[in-house]
T-cell receptor, first 111, second 112 residues
Framework: DTAVSQTPKYLVTQMGNDKSIKCEQN?????MYWYKQDSKKFLKIMFS???????INETVPNRFSPKSPDKAHLNLHINSLELGDSAVYFC??????????FGQGTRLTVV | DQQVKQNSPSLSVQEGRISILNCDYT??????FLWYKKYPAEGPTFLIS?????DKNEDGRFTVFLNKSAKHLSLHIVPSQPGDSAVYFC???????????FGTGTRLTIIP
């Protein structure tokens, strides 16, 4: 039973399209995150939600919009995709000051 | 500004020997440190953590050491096993700021 699951695992799309990545956690955690791993393999926080409320929004283009319908779900919607958005996106969840559990990642390729 | 650094991109160790992975940080506010292991096409998996009130934490073959004055931590794996071959990320956070700041990772290869 996967703790943090995200779909899809692979996503190939054309420039200019809009796409969404879904994430669900069954750990009962209050906090969920989106991280981006770029071509240099650097893992960087994008957003953090606590109990459906946005608490961290790093300097991410506003084409990226997270949505948390409830505390177990945090989806990422990306408008007008650009080549530079190609990366692996990881969803994670944790309790405050606790270890974060990560999903398997979504490899997004924009062509 | 890279607040968490792993200066060795790769490390090769013979099976059965000790693997030592290093991590340096610059932000004095960090008070919680973690190590994650990552296999290809998978998400990072939590390995071990340490709070700044401690200088050592051990879990089986894995031990993390923290030197606050040097702003340095290390992960020791002993004995190293082939299944330990992966990329290891050091991460840090502090109370009130829940995000993890990651290092760039060290690829560990265990040679049979």
């Amino acid at each position: 039973d996967t703790a943090v699951s995200q779909t899809p695992k692979y996503l190939v799309t054309q420039m200019g399209n809009d796409k969404s990545i879904k994430c669900e956690q069954n750990l009962g955690h209050d906090t969920m995150y989106w991280y981006k791993q770029d071509s240099k393999k650097f893992l960087k926080i994008m957003f953090s939600y606590n109990n459906k409320e946005l608490i961290i929004n790093e300097t991410v283009p506003n084409r990226f919009s997270p949505k948390s319908p409830d505390k177990a779900h945090l989806n990422l919607h990306i408008n007008s995709l650009e080549l530079g958005d190609s990366a692996v996106y990881f969803c994670a969840s944790s309790q405050p000051q606790g270890k974060a559990f990560f999903g398997q990642g979504t490899r997004l390729t924009v062509v | 500004d890279q607040q968490v650094k792993q200066n060795s991109p790769s490390l090769s160790v013979q099976e059965g020997r000790i693997s030592i992975l290093n991590c340096d940080y610059t932000n004095s506010m960090f008070d919680y440190f973690l190590w994650y292991k990552k296999y290809p096409a998978e998400g990072p998996t939590f390995l071990i953590s340490i709070s700044s009130i401690k200088d050592k934490n051990e879990d089986g073959r894995f031990t993390v050491f923290l030197n606050k004055s040097a702003k340095h931590l290390s992960l020791h794996i002993v004995p190293s096993q082939p299944g330990d071959s992966a990329v290891y990320f050091c991460a840090a956070s502090y109370f009130g700021n829940e995000k993890l700041t990651f290092g760039t990772g060290t690829r560990l290869t265990i040679i049979p």
